[in-house]
């Protein structure tokens, strides 16, 4: 199973990326089952079987652009969906309910956070918890240099694009713009933190740093040792991780700016926002 999800994750890589002459949107159907709704977020966390020339079965959340597609759904529910998948975002554009069973023992209620840990506010500090970077020396976020830091959790075998691919697209881009902005030019650290240390080993990072053209005095890649400790430094991000036993992980996404005193500064949660809005971010953290 991991090495079919592996292969099809690759293949998804390379057809987003416009390798195949194909055309850029697809559509795809799934079938599956509700485990949470999100109205507030126009997302459907669901349970579902293998998807054909797409990806394997997992747990994983939608998003929708049509907020009636929720209107009466509801944990429980069997559906059928088309999933449609562009260059840089996927939702669902039908969903339709076609009966009811009992949720799994194992279902969540919601995307929970790991127990005990409180989630980052603007105000707070962070934790000073060390992370490994892809040359395997030690980071710190407290340790900010005099930067503001804005911080973000990948993987790199995440499948949808607008997901783990599009905070690597928003940072390379933050990057780029920083780079002639006199008043960001080496003053900001940008740090993606993967919660897949199994897969994502600092060679495995590095590798993904040079392709995604991170300039290492300004983004960095890191993780930590193993998934228990990275659960937890996530979760007080506000991002939680569900952990398939296939191997695929379920998440939500956070992002979050770190002023140079150590203290958060704004939070933009899922992926709504701009490389500008990230920009204007790190100009107020300068400030404080």
């Known amino acids: 199973m991991k090495k079919r999800a592996l292969a099809v994750m690759t293949c998804l890589a390379g057809t987003l990326a416009g390798c195949t002459g194909e055309p850029e949107v697809r559509t795809y159907q799934l079938s599956g089952q509700i485990l949470v709704v999100r109205p507030e977020t126009q997302e459907v966390l669901i349970r579902h079987g293998d998807i054909a020339g797409f990806m394997p079965g997992m747990t994983m959340p939608f998003k929708v652009r049509d907020p009636g597609l929720l209107q009466g759904r509801q944990a429980g529910d069997l559906v059928e969906a088309t999933l449609t998948v562009a260059a840089e975002s996927a939702w669902l ?21 790991a127990a005990g840990v409180s989630v980052l506010a603007p105000g707070d500090r962070v934790p000073d918890m060390a992370l490994v970077t892809t040359s395997g020396r030690e980071l710190k976020l407290t340790e900010s240099r005099g930067r503001a830091t804005a911080v973000t959790f990948i993987y ?15 940072f390379a881009e933050v990057q780029r713009r920083a780079s002639t902005d006199s008043t960001l030019a080496g003053r900001i650290s940008l740090v993606s933190v993967s919660f897949d240390p199994a897969t994502d080993t600092p060679a495995r990072l590095a590798s993904h740093a040079e392709a995604m053209g991170a300039n290492p005095s300004v983004w960095q890649f890191a993780t930590m040792n193993d998934a228990a400790h990275v659960d937890r430094f996530a979760a007080s991000f506000g991002v939680n991780v569900i952990r398939e036993q296939d191997g695929t992980i379920t998440h939500n996404l956070r992002t979050l700016v770190i002023a140079p005193s150590g203290t958060v500064v704004s939070v933009r949660d899922g992926n709504q926002w701009s490389a500008e809005d990230l920009l204007e971010d790190l100009r107020t953290a300068l400030r404080r």
């Not at 790199?156 to 928003?170: A, G, I, Y």
């Open 93 to 113: 554009s039908t969903l339709v309910a076609t009966g009811r069973a009992p949720l799994p023992a194992d279902a969540p209620a919601a995307i929970p956070a």
């Open 156 to 170: 790199t075998r995440c499948p949808l694009p607008d997901f783990c691919p599009l905070m690597d697209r928003r």
